[in-house]
């Protein structure tokens, strides 16, 4: 039999591959053949921390054959997932996103909380097995939390997430907000990505009564600064909607100094966004909001209703 392969969405985040790695690590502690993966490229957040922690990249994997045994972290929504997804055999789900398009033939262990991360999940799932994490897990968990949680500031932080980060923090001797920082700050430095890249670096497509949306999300110490490139943006923003048939684009360009989001939004169906907020030159500027999953994402669904 061959490995089980452990992977978390497309266009990967800190979460999805430091939970990957923390996972296959904690699937063979129990006697498990696991091994990390992942769907895309790395982003310079991640690999600062995968740098900093000296772990190794997971190999990028593009379908799963028939019947391949996997274990799902960080999503689980199969437009999210890898290639192939519905002929897998999904093992073991580790999540804290909704739960939608997602189904199996067989029964699986299934795991979400609604908490700030899914590092957090996993340090619970091994403090309840008696399980102890080496520095470098720990590290990797840390970021994981510290990237979703956008260091404790996002509304999806819970008290559990923080209490999990400093015991990770005590155990990888780390400097939560100094590390944290430079770790942000290193996925923010968006200068050589075109704005091909920069749209789909961390971009969700999500569905809903035949109504396709995209929502990329950028993290930024200067909004206006990303706005310097608009027009290029729009540009490429629009050949997305064309090839994919998208109703709607939004680009959330997040400032995780001060905590606000402004969005970019294009298509044929921007009221969906006007329902909720005035779009001035495709912008429009939301002051405290930056978690999609929390914030941006519920307004979208209400206002697809
Ligand atoms: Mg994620
Ligand atoms: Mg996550
Ligand atoms: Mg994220």
Do not use: W
Not at 14 to 28: F, G, L, N, P, Y
Not at 36 to 61: C, D, H, Q, S, W
Not at 81 to 86: A, L
Not at 117 to 143: D, H, V, W
Request: contains cysteine; aromatic residues 6%.
């Amino acid at each position: 039999m061959s490995k089980v392969l452990v992977f978390g969405h497309k266009n990967p985040d800190t979460d999805t591959i430091c939970s990957a790695i923390v996972m296959a690590e904690m699937q063979k502690k129990m006697g498990v053949e696991a091994k990390a993966v992942r769907l895309g490229k790395i982003n310079k957040e991640t690999m600062f921390a995968l740098n900093y922690f000296n772990a190794e990249i997971p190999e990028l994997i593009e379908k799963v054959e028939e019947n391949q045994e996997v274990i799902l972290v960080d999503h689980n929504e199969f437009q999210q997932s890898v290639d192939g997804i519905e002929k897998a055999k999904i093992t073991t789900v580790v999540d804290h996103h909704r739960i939608d398009n997602f189904s199996t033939s067989e029964p699986l262990f299934y795991h979400a909380e609604p908490l700030g991360c899914t590092a957090t999940i996993l340090y619970r799932i091994g403090k309840m097995n008696q399980m102890e994490f080496e520095p470098k897990l720990a590290g990797l968990m840390l970021s994981a939390i510290i990237s979703d949680t956008l260091l404790f500031k996002s509304p999806t932080c819970t008290e559990v997430d923080k209490k999990v980060a400093h015991e990770l923090a005590e155990i990888s001797n780390i400097d939560i907000n100094k590390y944290g920082l430079e770790m942000l700050k290193a996925g923010t430095d968006l200068g050589d990505l075109s704005e091909e890249q920069l749209i789909n670096l961390d971009a969700k497509t999500i569905e809903k009564n035949g109504t396709k949306i995209i929502i990329a999300q950028v993290n930024t110490v200067s909004i206006e600064d990303v706005f310097k490139r608009q027009n290029k943006l729009e540009e490429a923003i629009q050949k997305v909607i064309e090839k994919d048939n998208l109703a709607l684009f939004v680009l959330a360009v997040t400032d995780i100094l001060n905590s606000n989001s402004e969005l970019l939004v294009l298509g044929e169906k921007t009221e969906i966004i006007e329902k909720s907020y005035k779009l001035e030159n495709n912008r429009a500027f939301l002051k405290g909001v930056v978690s999609r999953k929390k914030q941006i994402l519920p307004m979208i669904d209400k206002n697809l209703d």
